[in-house]
């Protein structure tokens, strides 16, 4: 039972991991929408230059978060797995050779 709820847990950590990495996109979104409606009310170039370089700023960040937090996910998943397979294969062979 040890084994599989590793390889549960390892699985939902992953998971965890991988679906936070999609939940930044909403701040990028919401600075878009400033500057939808900073252009509606015709805001100056100063303001409206300084969102657009918040908004280039955060995709890049969000880019590399996201590319980061995705190898993360990937390398504890596939950690798991083995570490999972490995006990899993040493509990069968002693339950054998007991």
Same mark, same amino acid.
């Given at each position: ?8 847990? =390892?699985?939902?950590? =992953?998971? &965890?991991?991988? @679906?936070? /990495?999609?939940?930044?996109? %909403?701040?990028?979104?919401? +600075? ?6 900073? %252009?509606? %009310? !015709?805001?100056?170039?100063?303001? #409206? ?5 918040? $908004?280039?700023?955060?995709?890049? !960040?969000? !880019?590399?978060?996201? $590319? +980061?937090?995705? %190898?993360?996910?990937?390398? +504890?998943? @596939?950690?798991?797995? #083995? $570490? =999972?397979?490995?006990? /899993? =294969? &040493?509990? #069968?062979? @002693?339950?054998? &050779?007991?």
């Amino acid at each position: 039972m040890n084994v599989f709820g590793m390889a549960i847990f =390892g699985g939902v950590m =992953g998971l &965890v991991v991988a @679906l936070a /990495s999609t939940t930044r996109n %909403r701040t990028i979104e919401d +600075w878009e929408d400033e500057l939808e409606l900073m %252009r509606a %009310r !015709k805001a100056s170039k100063e303001e #409206i230059q300084a969102v657009e370089r918040i $908004i280039a700023r955060r995709r890049d !960040k969000h !880019k590399m978060g996201v $590319i +980061w937090l995705r %190898r993360i996910a990937a390398l +504890w998943f @596939l950690f798991t797995l #083995i $570490i =999972g397979g490995l006990m /899993s =294969g &040493v509990a #069968i062979f @002693l339950y054998m &050779v007991r």
